[in-house]
Nanobody
């Protein structure tokens, strides 16, 4: 059974940093693309970062370039999202997602098979 469990969210002031974690189990983590998405109130869910199975190729939403870093640790079956220089517009529920058995990534939601429950990030100005 596939499980994705996010952690690391919280309430921070603008300019601060957070490191989100997603612990994965129940499938071939090392052979699967992983992604982070976010959804703010009243907005559609958007992809913010993806990382290929190898970990060699990453992609970011334009608003996150230079501030977001996605990484993965296959020994721990965990994917991370480091967010620096947080802005109030980063406030959202952040979800990790897995594309089972797909070594390369896409950014559309339908590409991903399983989702975590989310971790809330709130940034105050």
């Amino acid at each position: 059974q596939v499980h994705l469990v996010e952690s690391g969210g919280g309430s921070v002031q603008a300019g601060g940093s957070l490191r989100l974690s997603c612990a994965a189990s129940g499938y071939g983590f090392s052979s699967s693309c992983m992604g982070w998405f976010r959804q703010a109130p009243g907005k559609e869910r958007e992809a913010v970062a993806t990382i290929t199975a190898s970990g060699f190729i990453t992609a970011y939403v334009d608003s996150g370039k230079g501030r977001f870093t996605i990484s993965r640790d296959s020994a721990k079956n965990t994917v991370y999202l480091q967010i620096n220089s947080l802005k109030p517009e980063d406030t959202a529920m952040y979800y990790c997602a897995a594309a089972i058995g797909r070594r390369v990534c896409a950014t559309n939601e339908g590409f991903f098979d399983y989702w975590g429950q989310g971790t809330q990030v709130t940034v105050s100005s």
